[in-house]
Structure formats: C-alpha cells, structure tokens
C-alpha cells in the first residue's frame, strides 16, 4: 500500500512551528513524530478518531489531540503554525511538565507514545449498537514497540533464567564510545555478574558468578534511540558520536526470534545545543517521501543535508525499517509463540499466591472486606513480577500495586502502608538502642575508617536510656527511629521535653523542616532552613566571600536569599584592582555557576544542595540585564538560569508606576546609600541624587514595569516582588538596622549586613489534626479525619493548637543553641536576634473537614482565628521563656509593637492580648521574630497533608511507579464519593477529563462542588484576602502564588498593585498560568 507521505499525499517542506513557551523541545518531538510514515499514515487516515468518541466539552483524549496535530502538520498550507493544543493539554501527556519550562526531548516523546498508548477511548457505537472494534489503541506499540531479552545461565545447576523487557526505544551509554555503532555493541555485550552483583539461582538458590546476555528478541518496525548525553546530575557529554544513515541490527538479534534480518534507514534526529538539561535549545532534522533533508529549528525550516548535523548535538534518532518485521509483538506473546517455548532450558519460578495472598490478608486487619481485596492484589503481583525478584521488591511491587488501585477505594492506601512499613520493619532492629549503636560505629566503606552518624552526647543519652535507631549500608532507621532521633538531636538531655516533642511529631500535629529532620543527632546538626547574605563589599576578594559564604551554606542544606543591591553597576569602578565592573549580569553568572557547584556535591544520603535567591532594588543600573537572567529562551552564555530572581521594590517604585513618571537608575557606588534606608529616608536621598543627576540612566517607570511583568509571564513568576517598605515597615527588627532581602522563597523578613547572615529554623504545624469531633471525649492521640460528610459534627480545637504552637516555639529556640552554623556571621546573627519560622501546612484540608468551601466566609473567619491563635502564644511562650533565659541580645530598642498594632488589626476577645502585653512590657520576648508561613511541600507529603495555606491545584494527578501509572485522587474527595456511592472508573475518568476539577461533573452534587473547588476556580483575589487577613499576625511573612488562568500583563498588574496596597509584605511568589 501506497504511502500517505507519497509525492502525490502532500507538500513535502515541515511546518515551521513557533516556539510560545519554550516549547522547543516539544516542537522537535512533534516534527520527528510527524514524518513516521506508519504513524503519519495512521493518523491522516483517521484510524483512531473514527473509532473513539472521547470528545467532553470540547476535551480530546492524547491520541485524539496528536492525531489533529500531526494531520494538521501533513495537510496545511502555511509555512508555520502554532501547538496550541498540545500546550494547552500538556498536562495530559506530561503531568510535571509546565508550559513555561525546557523539559527534555526524551522523556516528553516517552510521555506521549506512553499517554497514547494507555488510553481507553469509549468507543462509537454501530448501527447495531456494539462497539466498533478498536484497532488504534495499539498503533504505537506496533511502530515502536520492540522486546528485549536477558538470559543468565547458571553454572551450578545448568539451568537458564530468562527475562523479557518489552521497549519502545533503546538509551545507549556514549560516555565509553564514539559512535552508535560501538555503543550498540557494548550494550549488547555479554555481562559478568560477580563480586557484589553475583546472580542467585531460582532452581537451585545458590549464589553463583554467572554470565548475562543480552539480546533483541524482536526488533521494532520503528527504532528510536536515545544518546545518554546527560549524567545523573545532568553534566552533558558534548564529545561527537557518530552514526550511519544505514544500520543493521540483525547480529544481535536472539536465536529463537523469527526475526532474521533488521535493517534501518534514518529518517529523524533531535539536536540538544547547551550545557544542560534544563536549558539550552532542541530543533530537529527530518528527511520527506523525497529523501530531502530539512532543518527544523521553530518556525524556521530550512533545506539541509545530514552533514548539517552537529555530532556533538544529536541527542534522539529516528530509523525506520526497510523490512517489516515477521511478526507482531501479539503473535510473540500468542500462547503458540509464549515464551516459555522459546528454550527447553527456561525455568519458570512458581509464583506462591496462596503465600502472598495470606501475607496480603495479615496486613488488611481492619480493612474493607468488600471494597479491598487483598487476593486480587496478591493476582496483579503474580501477573507482573520478575523470576528474580528479591522479597524486597516483592513488597515494593505489592506496595506500588495497592497505592495504584487506591482510586477504587482509600483502604487500598492503607494496605499500602502497611506493606510498605512491614518491609521496612523486616530489614531493621526494633531496638533504639541498637540501632543507635550501629550508626555511632559506622564505617566508612571507602576509607575504612570510623564515619559516625551520630554525635557523642545524642549517642551517650540513646545508649544510657535505651533508646532507639540505626544505620548500615541501607536504609535501617524506622520513620519513629528518625522522629526520637530529632527529639533527642533537640533537646539532649532533656528527655522530658524530647519524649514531648516525640509524641506530637508521631501524633503527625507538627513536624520540623527537611533540614531538622535530616540532620537533628548528627555530628554537624545544621538544623536551618534559610539564610539571608548580604554582598561583604564591591571588592574583587569581597565579592569572592561572599560567593564562598553561599557555597558552605548551600553545601550544609541551607537555603540562601543575597542581596546584589550594592554591586558595581557595568562600566563602575571596582575597588582594590583599578579596573572597571563588567555589570551585575556577569557577577550573577559566577554565582550560578557556584550554585551549579554546590548542587553537585554529594551530601551524602541524598540530600540536596540549598538553592539560592537573588535580590535587586529596580532603582540598580543593571535592572534590564538582571532579568533577563533568568528567562527560558535566548542562549545558555546569556542566562543564568540555577538561580531564583527577587525584585526588592520601594513604595517610590510603584508609585511612579502608577503615576505613569520617570524612573531614575543608579550605580550604587555612584549614589551610595539607597540600599540602607527605607520609607522617607530612601524617597529623600533617591531624589537628592536624582536633582544631583547622578542617574545612569532615566527611563519611564512603566516601560521598565513592563519588562518585569514580560519576565514573571515567561518565568512562572520570576522575580518575585517583595515590598521594601513594607518589610522594614512592620518588622520587629526595625532597630537593628535596614533589612535589605528576603528568603528563596520570600518568607523570611530578617535583617542581615556583612557581618551577620540571617538565619531562620523553621516548622510547621499540621492544621487538620485540630478538626475534631464533637461529643467525643478529649484524647491525646484522636483518629485522623477525613471528608467532608461528618462535618456538621466537627469543629477547631483552638486549645490544642495553643498548646502545640507554644512546644514548637520552644522547640525552635532550643535549634538555636544546638545548631551547627556553617558560617560565623549566621551564628553570631542567629544568637543577637533568635528569630524562628512556624508556619502551617493543610489549610485547605481542614476547610474542608469542616466542609467550608476555600474562601467561604466561615473559611475567611477560621482562618483569622487560627493564625491569631498561632502569633498569641508564639508570643506567650516566648515570652515565659525569658523568665529562664532572657531576651534576645537586641530586644531593647525595638518598637515593642505587635503586627495587630503594625497592621491596624482588632484581635478578637478569644485570648487576653491586655494580658500578654503586659507580659511582653515586663519580661521581653526571647525570639525577635516568630511566624513565617513557608511552602511545606516535602514535609506535607510526608504527613499526608495539602501544601501549606493554599487550595488544591487539581483533585488528581498521576505518577509513575513500579506497576506502572499510578493515579492519586483528593483523598477527602475519595472518601466521600465512595461513602455516597458514587466513586466509580467512569467517574474517575471524567475528572481526569476535566484535569483535575469537578466543576463540570454532573454527577457530584453542588454542595460537595463547592467545597472541593481547586486552585484555578478560587478568585485569586480571595486569596490575597486572606493573605492579609492573616498578615496582621504574621511577623515574618507568607509565601503566596498565585494561578491563573490566560495570565497577562493587566491582569498581574492588578495583582501586584492590590497586593502593595493592602499591605502585604511579600506579593507574588510563583504565578502559575495556564491557557
């Protein structure tokens, strides 16, 4: 059959596609995709729309969408056009993928050969009213399907173990290689399995040195091959790999496949220029139905040669095959062709159900009898595991497997868990104790020499208490193990407070920062989670100090905001070497660079690198350049894209916005001093130096605004605004001078100079776990909530949250004077001023427990109480802590002021705020500083909660695990549909159809609509509300982003203007957009 691609199908020159969002990457896929002839021929057939009628709303499923793409692509007249479809539904094919954001060629072809593949299309009906057959739902695996087989032969017993991969393309290693050629061939070498990697035998269970071979069971009528140019740290190999026009696979083909001859001509390859995954440039070469070869980069598509490509670039290859294969993938896998007839030597290893079945029902005590059934995970775990599967895996496996059928019903999560934690129990000591001991004496596999993973004095209460914990090559610490040891990391010898602190972190009513919870009980316990560096001086060797500062903090897991306010501007005279500044752009590439560094050095264990987050007044001559930094086109040399961008903003900024006036840019060492003065003060001296004409440049304050909004729309955000004014204006610190930046994520308002970097050490409190039932009595340890059906019998346990709030306060004190500072200036800070950061997590999942829809206005109001409650005994314990220790070193001098006061905020009459200040006016307060809301996104997961005090982004979303794609769906929204009876697959696929709302699912009744409205549908202006709502009780500040839908230029201008004017210290965070 003749081709579609013929002469006579189509034009043959590409469509030019643009690049909107730095798409790049995507518009290569889709070019390399649309010149596969049998997928191309599909497609322009309608094969696959014809049968499916997945059409909601106007939604189409993913093969539906690449069908019109690529069909549109073969049949339009024009010289470019737009992806817009396949942008807007991008999270259909590549859920972590954002618009805005490079992503990798690679994995965004795997996720649409992996979202078309796993459809189920509801099918049209005939005449008759059957199902038409469906023959699309297995096209891709027919054009880029292969298999894979690996067989071991173990000398003891004779007996070959076989195992076959199914594949859709092929990654080769290129780092030990010059060619394709060359890598095929390693890839398909014979293996030795010895020293640590010997092969256990599943007939005779010895572990024996063996050999592995690798071999093509059955080749793919398409052959994408993936060249491994990025490392595990995404370090790019550039070095020239060739590849031939023309390759033949058929000397690694296996013996028993009935395929003989695989020969491959290119058609396709996909370009990678730049330095890093995440950034740089994609475009394509594809060759037509005429041999001719095109260059593909955007909207340009010009005529080529092959010898166009750069070998130091090609990163994907397309071949197709000369000859179809003999058979298909279904006819291998036909009972005539199974595999187990492959060889007389294969040994298939007996699948116990009956063991895994009883094992499975142990674990489901309590448990659903007719919505979770255990036997039927048991089934999927026989039907999926490979021979070789260690009892490990095998609980991974079960474990994946139950979280999968979670959908169909919560009981399956829990089974889960307890899968999950059994495993883990089964390869670690009960003891403390012991545990403890293995990990004071560890050693170090490499040195051989001792590694402790403790320090002496937690080691010496543990082993004189009786404690627990543990390590040992592996994972052997147990979550609870961890949970004593931060306790104990806390408070030593205060095993009163540490069992305190130990119950209520189990209790899952608070929990400390990812850093804390790393390292609490370590040799070097760097517990901190932010640190705010001001630039030392414009000196070549100060500037270099402070890069070397960031470097140390970011090696010890601490999170860095710099403030670049009083770096040179280009052109500026740089003291101490009598040359000139080549600008803050330039400075901001070495400190990428040095970020780029710092993420790359092992912490050990898997802990990451801090991140860094740079701050600049606009009042900077560099303004422009510095933010152009951080966009996602133009070239890598040009960008410095590992660091987060903030803009320090004075009310004068914003004000000459408004009034549409002009806007002077200064070099800082030309106009000394607007960095160290807010309010008044600044608005005087920075028009002293303008009437002086000081300025570098002057420029409408609107045109330089609009460049700024341009940035925040192509970055998701960047820079973020922060409020100068503001900050300084309602901050407690006041009296210790200017305070010039904020955090990476905008939530520490703390004051820093050169001699002082700002450190916070932060926690945050779980929310749902104060929604309480009424008529029961009160317990310590309640049941954990969940929906929104019992709601009219629940309320807010404002008594227990005082009670916690007032332990974590102390808590965090306590971090202070155990914490290992890397840097002098953070320790001697963190002792003058003692600030600390409580914040919350899983506001919106005690709304709903409440069944309180997000900005209802019973939601509005318990918001306001819970955080007026949270700053009154935040306040109050701090307080009562003086009475021991003191004030903190700079308490006198400050304004004594509280942010209801800075706020012109009423408390309400719930707590005795005449009371407290009378306290404060008498005793002081120990910590300068108390509340700061922080995003909480590893440690919500971790207790199961939504991220800190924003709505749900979707009711669903999906992953991929061992079994394969696993689906997560609101677990409130779960359990209430299920209680109602109306959780069914059909249901499940209509909300994946609406990306995560249920707005338009007929099914869900109106109240329940309401209550799980997610992010998008929440009026954003609500939640700047509400921002300010609980701003009056909030002394650091709050990380708020924002979502919004055909995001522009007006649009964020109101936003951000609404934000200044309400008094918020930090506006917009992250602006999420969609189209």
Not at 204 to 224: F, G, H, R
Not at 779 to 789: A, D, M, Q, T
Request: charged share 25%.
């Amino acid at each position: 059959m003749e081709s579609r691609l013929s002469p006579n199908g189509r034009k043959h020159r590409p469509l030019g596609l643009q690049n909107r969002d730095n798409n790049c990457y995507l518009n290569s896929v889709l070019q390399c995709l649309t010149f596969t002839t049998p997928l191309a021929d599909f497609c322009l057939g309608r094969q696959h729309s014809s049968k499916c009628h997945s059409l909601v709303d106007g939604d189409d499923c993913p093969f539906c969408i690449l069908e019109k793409r690529i069909t549109r692509s073969l049949t339009l007249e024009l010289t470019h056009d737009e992806p817009g479809q396949i942008l807007s539904s991008l999270g259909i094919f590549a859920k972590d993928f954002a618009a805005s954001r490079q992503e990798d060629a690679h994995e965004f072809l795997r996720c649409v050969i992996h979202a078309c593949q796993y459809i189920s299309p509801r099918l049209r009906t005939s005449e008759t009213g059957d199902a038409e057959p469906f023959t699309g739902e297995s096209v891709l695996k027919e054009i880029f399907g292969g298999a894979l087989q690996s067989r071991v032969e173990c000398p003891s017993c004779e007996a070959d173990s076989i195992q076959v991969e199914e594949t859709m393309d092929i990654s080769l290693d290129i780092s030990h290689s010059d060619s394709v050629k060359e890598s095929l061939q390693m890839f398909f070498e014979r293996e030795i399995l010895d020293d640590n990697n010997k092969f256990t035998c599943a007939k005779c269970n010895q572990v024996v040195k063996a050999t592995k071979q690798l071999s093509l069971l059955e080749a793919p009528n398409v052959l994408v091959i993936h060249l491994k140019r990025f490392d595990n740290v995404s370090n790019k190999i550039e070095k020239p790999i060739a590849f031939d026009k023309i390759l033949v696979l058929s000397s690694f083909l296996d013996e028993a496949s009935k395929d003989h001859q695989a020969e491959y001509e290119l058609f396709g390859v996909i370009l990678h220029s730049g330095s890093t995954l995440e950034s740089g440039h994609y475009c394509a070469y594809v060759k037509d139905s005429l041999d001719q070869w095109y260059c593909c980069d955007d909207m340009l598509v010009s005529l080529s040669t092959l010898q166009g490509v750069s070998l130091e670039e090609a990163y994907i290859l397309f071949y197709s095959r000369s000859n179809q294969r003999p058979a298909s993938a279904e006819a291998l896998n036909s009972s005539e062709g199974s595999l187990s007839m492959l060889s007389e030597n294969v040994y298939v290893v007996e699948r116990d159900f009956d063991k895994i079945t009883a094992r499975l029902k142990k674990l489901s005590y309590g448990l659903s009898s007719d919505h979770c059934d255990p036997g039927l995970v048991a089934q999927k775990v026989c039907a999926t595991f490979c021979k070789e599967f260690t009892t490990d895996q095998l609980d991974e496996l079960a474990a994946d497997i139950a979280a999968a059928m979670t959908c169909s019903h919560p009981d399956y999560a829990s089974l889960a868990a307890r899968i999950a934690v059994s495993n883990l129990h089964q390869n670690t000591k009960e003891s403390f104790s012991e545990t403890v001991h293995d990990m004071f004496n560890n050693i170090n596999e490499r040195s051989g020499l001792q590694a402790s993973l403790l320090d002496y004095d937690v080691f010496l209460i543990v082993e004189k208490r009786l404690y627990l914990m543990k390590i040992q090559g592996k994972v052997v610490e147990r979550p609870q193990h961890m949970l004593m040891r931060v306790a104990l990391g806390i408070h030593t010898d205060d095993i009163e407070s540490a069992i305190e602190t130990y119950h209520l972190m189990s209790q899952r009513w608070f929990t400390h920062a990812s850093p804390t919870l790393c390292n609490a009980g370590t040799p070097r316990p760097q517990l901190s989670s932010c640190f705010l560096i001001c630039m030392k001086d414009d000196s070549f060797e100060d500037i270099y100090e402070t890069l070397k500062e960031c470097v140390v903090i970011s090696n010890s897991g601490g999170s860095i905001g710099v403030s670049v306010h009083n770096a040179p501007a280009t052109g500026s005279y740089i003291c101490g070497t009598n040359g000139m500044s080549n600008g803050i752009a330039q400075l901001l590439r070495v400190l990428n660079n040095t970020a780029h560094y710092a993420r790359y050095v092992d912490q050990g264990g898997g802990k990451p690198s801090g991140a860094f987050a740079v701050y600049l007044e606009p009042w900077h001559a560099d303004i422009y350049d510095y933010l152009e930094l951080g966009k996602n086109d133009g070239k890598e040399e040009h960008r410095a894209r590992d660091l987060s961008y903030a803009l320090w903003v004075p009310d004068l900024f914003m004000q000459r916005v408004k009034s549409d006036g002009e806007w002077s840019l200064f070099c800082p060492n030309e106009a000394p001093g607007l960095a160290d003065c807010w309010g008044k003060e600044f608005e005087s001296l920075y028009m002293k130096y303008e009437r002086e004409g000081k300025a570098k440049k002057v420029v409408e304050a609107q045109d330089l605004w609009l460049e700024i909004l341009i940035s925040q729309l192509e970055t998701g955000g960047m820079p973020y605004m922060l409020f100068k004014d503001t900050c300084n204006r309602k901050s407690n610190q006041q009296n210790v001078g200017t305070i010039t930046s904020s955090s990476l994520c905008g939530e520490v308002i703390e004051y820093s100079s050169p001699t002082e970097t700002a450190v916070c050490n932060n926690a945050s409190i779980a929310l749902p776990r104060f929604v309480r039932e009424k008529n029961v009595p009160l317990e310590p340890h309640p049941s954990i909530l969940v929906g929104s059906l019992g709601s009219k019998n629940r309320y807010f346990d404002f008594d227990m949250l005082a009670k916690v709030t007032a332990i974590v306060a102390s808590d965090l004190d306590k971090i202070i004077d155990v914490n290992h500072y890397p840097v002098d200036t953070a320790r001697t800070s963190n002792m003058r001023h003692r600030p600390i950061g409580i914040g919350v997590q899983g506001l919106a999942d005690a709304f709903i427990l409440l069944g309180m829809p997000f900005d209802s206005p019973e939601a509005r109001q318990l918001n306001k109480d819970i955080f007026e409650t949270i700053y009154y005994h935040a306040l109050k314990a701090s307080s009562e802590l003086t009475i021991i220790y003191g004030a903190y070193e700079t308490y006198k001098g400050s304004p004594g002021i509280l942010q209801p006061d800075m706020w012109n905020v009423t408390p309400s009459k719930r707590w005795d705020w005449d009371l407290l200040r009378d306290m404060i006016s008498k005793n002081g307060v120990r910590n300068s500083l108390l509340v700061a809301l922080m995003p909480t996104g590893s440690t919500s997961q971790i207790l199961g909660n939504s991220e800190s005090f924003e709505p749900y982004t979707s009711n669903i979303y999906s992953h991929r695990g061992l079994s394969g794609e696993i689906v997560h769906v609101n677990k409130h929204l779960l359990h209430d549909l299920t209680d109602m009876g109306l959780w069914s697959e059909a249901l499940k696929s209509k909300i994946i159809r609406e990306n995560g709302s249920v707005a338009n699912v007929q099914e869900i009744p109106e109240e329940l609509k309401k209550i799980y409205r997610v992010a998008w549908e929440v009026k954003q202006v609500s939640l700047v509300d509400m921002a300010v709502d609980r701003g009056g009780y909030i002394d650091q500040s709050q990380t708020l982003n924002i979502q919004l839908d055909k995001a522009d230029c007006v649009k964020i201008t109101l936003l951000h203007f609404l934000t200044w004017k309400m008094g918020l210290k930090t506006g917009i965070c992250n602006l999420r957009s969609r189209r």
